[in-house]
C-alpha cells in the first residue's frame, strides 16, 4: 500500500502547563495541543483494495514481526487528532484488550478487506495474551501503548502515570522489540500536558487522540457501531473502535465496505499522517 506524502500545512494549540498532579481528562477538546493535519491528495493515488484483497505485508510464513518503533514527525505537534483532510484515508484504531478470540476475528476481517489498522494495546492484556502482538504485526498491523492497566491516567499523580506509560513500553518492548508506534492516553480522548510530557519522556514523541469516537464499546450493535462511523468519518479521520466487542467484528465489514465506496481506504496510523 503506497503511503501518503507529508503534510505541511498543521494547525495547533499550545499545552498547558503541566502540574504536580493531572487534572481530570476532557472528553471534548481542552487545551493541550492537538493536530489538525492538512495535505494535498497523493499524485496518482490508487483507489482502495477491494473486498477480497490480502495486505501485501501479511506474513505467510509466521515470523514475528519487529514493531515500528515510535513514529517520529518533525514538524507535527505533541497530539494528534486527525490526519490530512485532503486525501483519501482513514486510519481505524482499536483499544486493545478483550477476548483474543473476538479479536483475531476482527483482525481476520481487516485483512480480508485488504485494511490495516492500529491497535493500541492494554499492557495487562499483553501479558495475559502475548501472542496477539505477534498476530497484529504478522497482519500487516500497526501496534502501539494504551497504558498497563488502563486506569483514568489524567487523574493518577505523576509517578503512577508514568508507571503506566513506562510499564506498557515494557511490555511491548520485550514482546515486539520496540515500544510501538503511538501512546494513546487511558480513558480519555485528550492527554493534559502532564500524561503529554511522561509520554514524550517514555519515548513516544506524539500522542494519539482521534476525532471520530465509534461509541462500540457501549455495545450498542452492529449497525449503531456501522451507523456512528461512516456518518461521521472523513478523509483524515482518526476513529476510535474496540477489539473484544463482537458487535464490532459484526460492523467492520460494512464499514470497510462503507469507507470504499466512498474512495476511502483504511491505513494505519503512521501512514494517515506521514
Known sequence: MTSLPRRSV?????????????PGCATARTDTASVRASGSPPPGGTGPPGPG??????????????????????????????????????????????????????LGEAERAGARVTVLAVGSWLDEQPLMARRIL?????????????????????????????????????????????????????????VTRLARKAGYPHVLSYDVDSLDADDPGAPAVQRTVLDRARAGSIVSLHLGHAGTVAALPPILDGLHRRGLRAVTTTELVT
Open 10 to 22: 498543521l494547525r495547533t494549540a499550545t499545552a498547558a502547563a503541566a502540574g504536580a498532579l493531572a
Open 138 to 194: 504478522d497482519g500487516g498491523h500497526e501496534l502501539g501503548n494504551h497504558t498497563q492497566r488502563h486506569l483514568d491516567i489524567c487523574a493518577l499523580p505523576a509517578d503512577e502515570a508514568y508507571a503506566e506509560i513506562s510499564g506498557c513500553a515494557e511490555r511491548l518492548r520485550r514482546l515486539t522489540g520496540t515500544i510501538g508506534s503511538w501512546f494513546r492516553p487511558s480513558r480519555t480522548q485528550y492527554a493534559t500536558a502532564l
Open 53 to 106: 484483497a490480502r495486505p501485501s505485508g501479511t506474513a505467510a510464513s509466521g515470523a514475528a514481526r519487529r514493531a515500528r518503533p515510535p513514529t517520529r514527525a518533525p514538524g507535527l505537534p505533541v497530539q494528534i487528532q486527525h490526519g490530512p483532510q485532503r486525501g483519501d484515508a482513514v486510519a481505524l484504531t482499536f483499544h486493545g484488550q478483550g477476548d483474543a478470540k473476538t479479536a483475531t476475528a476482527l
